[in-house]
């Protein structure tokens, strides 16, 4: 089974600090991604990587970056964090190539972040 | 632009009820998959079905079905005889062929409520 691991659940961060929200996949896929969900909203996605040290704005990319170092390892960080970025975040993985458009992304339990 | 409502915000069903979600999308690509997922109080989204563009036979898996029509632009899914397992958040989401990477685009969400 594909493995899909957020390094926290819970974080509760004070407003101006630098977050750092880690995924790591063990399945070796290739495209990476990171979406976040609020009530009434959806998923909306953050970022996605399709390749090492490549990255992709998603529809809300204002107040983010990301890294991936590392195939298996992709990171969001938020800059200066602020109140409105308090959200679930969710982290997911899927296979890439050509056939990336079809395949199922797998998930993370997603990390629980409050900027207070 | 792509876009996937999914117009029911929040349903609520007794026990071996049947009921249906409703999923509409938009776009513009000849060739795009469907996804239904379905993300449960633990919050871990789970990948439940995948159609493409050019497959509209109806699929049945024990007492999930889902019902694509292209023209009406619709991909239903309809649980038969509720279970309390079932409530969660179902969400539809929509991938077009391109370029890899291909992030999905989900709908809001239908939060589903059985009762016993």
């Known amino acids: 089974d594909v493995k899909v691991t957020q390094s926290s659940r819970y974080l509760v961060k004070r407003t101006g600090e630098k977050v750092f929200l880690e995924c790591v996949q063990d399945?070796?896929?290739?495209?990476m991604f990171w979406y976040r969900q609020d009530p009434g909203l959806g998923l909306r996605l953050i970022y996605f990587s399709y390749d090492v040290k490549m990255k992709e704005k998603g529809d809300i990319p204002e107040g983010y970056s990301v890294s991936r170092e590392k195939k298996e390892r992709f990171s969001l960080i938020l800059e200066s964090a602020s109140t409105n970025q308090t959200s679930m975040y969710l982290c997911?993985?899927?296979?890439?190539?050509?056939?990336?458009?079809?395949?199922?992304?797998?998930f993370g339990n997603g990390t629980r972040l409050t900027v207070t | 632009a792509q876009k996937v409502t999914q117009a029911q915000t929040e349903i609520s069903v007794v026990e071996k009820e049947d009921v249906t979600l409703d999923c509409v999308y938009e776009t513009r690509d000849t060739t795009y998959y469907l996804f239904w997922y379905k993300q449960p109080p633990s919050g871990e989204l789970v990948f439940l079905i995948r159609r493409n563009s050019f497959d509209e036979q109806n699929e049945i898996s024990g007492r999930y079905s889902w019902n694509f029509q292209k023209s009406t632009s619709s991909f239903n899914f309809t649980i038969t005889a509720s279970q309390v397992v079932d409530s969660a958040v179902y969400f539809c989401?929509?991938?077009?062929?391109?370029?890899?990477?291909?992030?999905?685009?989900f709908g809001k969400g239908t939060t589903l409520s059985v009762s016993s």
């Open positions: 399945m070796d896929h290739e495209n």
């Open positions: 997911a993985s899927s296979l890439g190539s050509t056939s990336s458009y079809n395949s199922p992304l797998h």
């Open positions: 989401a929509l991938s077009e062929a391109g370029q890899a990477g291909t992030a999905l685009i």
